[in-house]
């Protein structure tokens, strides 16, 4: 588990900004900043968790076109957030589907990804894209990593097909603290597109991402990046090959 993902998560989680304020948390260990970020984000959800409940319950006696319009007109993207951990996931689902894309979006924003991995891995792949899609292009990465940190493998690689620039692809990585989630995703490009993965990664800062998952490969993983080295610059050879020395090959 990435300490540096656990340290990027809980910044976005809480919306702190000033970074050089709150560096002491990269004391901490992967999992004590995963449980610190988990825990306090549950201990604000209990003071009003019954209140939201309760919402949920009336919400039951509305149609669900109704309670969308509610949603955007009246309780905004946080409440609305909230309320969806209260709801069944049929009626949850049937109310995003009347909502509009950027509220969508926004409202995922306030989504505990823990609290809420049955919507989203429930969610069908054209509205996942639609939320995907939005996320990134409100530089929302942070959240888009939450839930490929909730999500089975086979949902995962479709939501890489969704993103189709590296350096977005490189942003959200940042944020995934279990980096074996993005190993499928990366062994189903091509060789052309992992060439030009690691090339924009190792020049924009995000190596050390990418040695990570590369120290995850299985053997065949292995062989297959092993003949790609030849088409990459000598520094990043070298680096690579670092990585996989002693691993079996």
């Given at each position: 588990m990435s300490n540096e993902a656990q340290y990027n998560k809980f910044l976005a989680a809480f919306k702190l900004e000033d970074v050089k304020k709150f560096?002491?948390?990269?004391?901490?260990?992967?999992?004590?900043?995963?449980?610190?970020?988990?825990?306090?984000?549950?201990?604000?959800?209990?003071?009003?968790?019954?209140?939201f409940e309760r919402i949920a319950k009336v919400a039951k006696f509305m149609p669900n076109f109704m309670n969308a319009k509610v949603a955007e007109s009246v309780l905004g993207p946080a409440i609305t957030a909230h309320i969806s951990y209260y709801m069944d996931i049929k009626d949850?689902?049937?109310?995003?589907?009347?909502?509009?894309?950027?509220?969508?979006?926004?409202?995922?924003?306030?989504?505990?990804?823990?609290k809420s991995r049955h919507i989203i891995n429930a969610l069908p792949m054209d509205l996942m894209k639609k939320n995907v899609v939005q996320l990134i292009k409100t530089n929302q990465h942070a959240v888009v990593g939450g839930f490929v940190e909730?999500?089975?493998?086979?949902?995962?690689?479709?939501?890489?097909?969704?993103?189709?620039?590296?350096?977005?692809?490189?942003?959200?990585?940042?944020?995934?603290?279990?980096k074996a989630n993005i190993v499928p995703v990366v062994d189903s490009f091509s060789d052309s597109r992992l060439v030009k993965l690691i090339e924009s990664g190792f020049s924009s800062g995000y190596g050390n991402d990418l040695l990570e998952i590369f120290s995850l490969f299985n053997a065949q993983q292995q062989k297959r990046l092993v003949g790609l080295l030849p088409k990459l610059p000598a520094s990043i050879i070298k680096q690579i090959e670092d990585t996989l020395k002693g691993l079996s090959i």
């Open positions: 560096s002491f948390l990269k004391k901490l260990e992967a999992q004590e900043l995963e449980d610190l970020r988990i825990g306090m984000q549950e201990s604000l959800d209990a003071e009003i968790s019954q209140q949850a689902i049937s109310i995003m589907k009347y909502l509009s894309v950027p509220f969508m979006a926004k409202t995922a924003e306030h989504m505990s990804p823990e909730v999500t089975p493998e086979d949902r995962i690689i479709e939501i890489g097909k969704f993103i189709e620039n590296n350096e977005d692809l490189h942003k959200i990585t940042s944020y995934v603290a279990r």
